[in-house]
């Protein structure tokens, strides 16, 4: 009897040990800083940007009139996303990686008929970030944001770039020129507005003929090319009145991504957190 009782324990240990090779601390804070990541929609939800864009009336390439156009998801493909985690001591360097499906609907005239146009396409969303191992070990094992960059987001077969955006606001007393979105910034240290504070953006690309926007807080604004320089940009944008983390994203289309059924959809966003302060 004693002597089963033996073999019973050993085997029960002989089992916890084998658990906890499986289950190590490492992958277990790697499971933890995942889940904190894909719970956390403030600062990575890769679906935000989809909705309906106007474009003003207007003679196009192949189209006589465009009248309307709007990107959804496309629900038959489902999000996919790749969290990549490297762990070095108290510190934690993060890649995410997500590919959307979605579809750019095109209402246009063409000869005196309707047109519907519809492109399918795939968005590659990144994003980097830093996480520190310093709070309270019940929350997600004591990890928490230190350090995240903007969003980039691309297409498979992507032309059109963001080389640089300018970001001025009179009231806030900010003038800045972001060139690289990948750049990895504190928590504390994003960008911060004041409330209703009006803001002038100008959006350096590779296009002189794109189509660029602004999406913030559900809104899109298109932005005006300018009349001399190729490839740049113009819009104005009044930011949130009520104080927050919210973001705000710079897109730039082709223009045959608009205006012609036979180019396939190319785009480019460059996006950031932004903190309105009173």
């Known amino acids: 009897m004693k002597r089963s009782v033996v073999l019973s324990v050993s085997f029960i240990l002989l089992i916890a040990f084998f658990a906890g090779c499986s289950i190590?601390?490492?992958n277990s804070d790697k499971s933890a800083i995942e889940d904190l990541i894909l719970?956390?929609?403030t600062w990575f939800n890769a679906d935000s940007h989809y909705g309906e864009e106007t474009l003003p009336t207007t003679i196009m390439t192949q189209f006589d009139q465009i009248f309307l156009w709007y990107r959804t998801r496309d629900t038959s493909q489902s999000i996919t996303r790749e969290i990549n985690v490297n762990i070095s001591g108290d510190s934690a360097y993060v890649t995410v990686i997500g590919h959307i499906p979605g579809i750019l609907h095109i209402y246009g005239n063409l000869n005196g008929d309707t047109v519907i146009v519809e492109k399918q396409f795939t968005d590659i969303w990144t994003r980097s970030a830093i996480f520190k191992k310093d709070t309270v070990s019940t929350y997600h094992?004591?990890?928490?944001l230190y350090a995240i960059s903007g969003t980039e987001i691309t297409t498979d077969s992507n032309n059109v770039q963001i080389d640089s955006v300018r970001i001025t606001l009179q009231n806030t007393?900010?003038?800045?020129?972001?060139?690289?979105?990948t750049n990895l910034v504190k928590r504390e240290d994003i960008i911060k507005?004041?409330?209703g504070d009006h803001a002038n953006i100008t959006i350096y690309t590779n296009e002189s003929d794109a189509f660029a926007f602004l999406h913030s807080h559900m809104w899109r604004w298109r932005f005006q090319k300018d009349s001399t320089i190729a490839g740049v940009y113009h819009g104005s944008w009044t930011t949130p009145h009520n104080p927050g983390i919210y973001r705000v994203g710079f897109d730039v289309?082709?223009?045959?991504?608009?205006?012609?059924d036979s180019i396939p959809y190319d785009a480019n966003l460059w996006g950031f957190h932004y903190l309105v302060n009173p």
């Open 24 to 26: 190590s601390p490492t």
């Open 39 to 41: 719970t956390d929609a």
């Open 141 to 144: 094992r004591g990890w928490r």
């Open 173 to 181: 007393g900010l003038d800045t020129l972001i060139t690289d979105v």
């Open 193 to 195: 507005v004041k409330p």
């Open 253 to 260: 289309l082709s223009n045959g991504t608009l205006t012609d």
